[in-house]
């Protein structure tokens, strides 16, 4: 493949109602499209795929031009095409990014969302609920769109009307229900599918923050959260929510794959502020009481730290230091939620 004519889709601004939610149609969380009326030009798996969607210039395969996306045939009769996908876990939508990058004389006209709450039979008719009307779509183009609906629902149906291709669907919501637990009957309090989210960071220049909450370890270096190197005194940070305020008890630090690039050392820092602004939030951080102090780190390897971890009682969020730069993979918070 030639890599100097791919395109790749720009990154889009989340509005203030997605930026306090996760991906609940992420397949890194477990979310998969399970069926469709048809995805003849292109899978319907491509849909929830995690990166930017791109665009190769020439490429074809055996059905027609290759798009990065789920793309149906020309409907020649009546009706709509549609995508069923489970989400990673049930839970509150508070909006949709219908995103149509690099489909131009083939997206659709409009399309429609309908949700079946949990505990309803996905195969029934009657279990789907609209949530959001036909409306318009434009092409190439990310389509926020904020929904009003306090539900919890495990399955989101996409209609495209009549038919045409999307490159991506993003479901920004909140699980619902308790938490996962995991070892010990303990939870990993930041994890994405317990609701954590990155709030903010001060560099992430060849890896996402978010990735440090997703389940299992790194598939590579480029899944995981790594900065630039630091060329100035200080150290980078990310600050973390945490998916419900909680007492941590045992800190993991996952440095899986990187070897020469990998922090000399990390700490973390944690408060109990929920309700700030991010703003407000990244300038209390700085002067929050010392969970971990700083530890020396290896080369890809899992740390795990009990004795150093310090007991500060109910806490909602974290900020990670990391001593002077570098990438880590993942970092999971085990304790119980609410105090003590």
Not at 6 to 18: E, F, M, Q, R, S
Not at 297 to 321: P, Y
Request: proline share 8%; charged share 20%; glycine share 12%.
């Amino acid at each position: 493949m030639d890599h100097t004519n791919i395109l790749t889709a720009p990154a889009v601004a989340l509005p203030d109602w997605a930026r306090q939610q996760i991906n609940l149609a992420d397949p890194r969380l477990g979310a998969e499209a399970i069926a469709c009326s048809d995805d003849f030009f292109a899978p319907m798996a491509r849909l929830l795929q995690a990166s930017a969607a791109i665009f190769v210039p020439g490429k074809y395969d055996a059905n027609g031009k290759w798009m990065d996306g789920w793309e149906s045939r020309r409907k020649r009769g009546p009706g709509h095409d549609w995508c069923i996908v489970r989400l990673a876990r049930p839970g509150r939508i508070a909006g949709v990014d219908i995103d149509t990058s690099f489909f131009t004389g083939n997206y659709p006209p409009a399309a429609s969302l309908d949700g079946c709450p949990e505990g309803s039979d996905p195969a029934l008719a009657e279990s789907w609920q609209s949530l959001l009307p036909p409306t318009a779509l434009c092409g190439n183009q990310h389509h926020l769109l904020a929904l009003d609906s306090t539900a919890c629902f495990s399955h989101l149906r996409l209609n495209i009307l009549p038919d045409g291709g999307v490159a991506r669907l993003r479901v920004y919501g909140r699980p619902g229900g308790a938490p996962v637990a995991g070892e010990n009957g303990m939870v990993d309090l930041v994890a994405a599918l317990n609701g954590g989210y990155p709030v903010a960071w001060n560099d992430a220049h060849f890896g996402v923050a978010g990735n440090l909450l997703l389940p299992g370890r790194g598939v590579d270096m480029g899944d995981g959260w790594e900065t630039r190197r630091r060329r100035e005194p200080g150290f980078d940070w990310c600050l973390i929510a945490l998916g419900q305020p909680g007492t941590i008890r045992r800190i993991e630090v996952d440095t899986a794959h990187f070897k020469g690039n990998f922090p000399d050392r990390c700490s973390l820092q944690a408060g109990y502020a929920p309700g700030l602004s991010d703003q407000a939030l990244v300038a209390q951080a700085q002067f929050w009481p010392t969970l971990l102090p700083e530890v020396k780190l290896q080369a890809d390897h899992i740390h795990n730290f009990l004795d150093q971890v310090a007991a500060l009682g109910t806490v909602s969020h974290v900020r990670l230091n990391l001593h002077p730069d570098g990438g880590v993979s993942r970092l999971r918070l085990w304790g119980e939620v609410g105090p003590a």
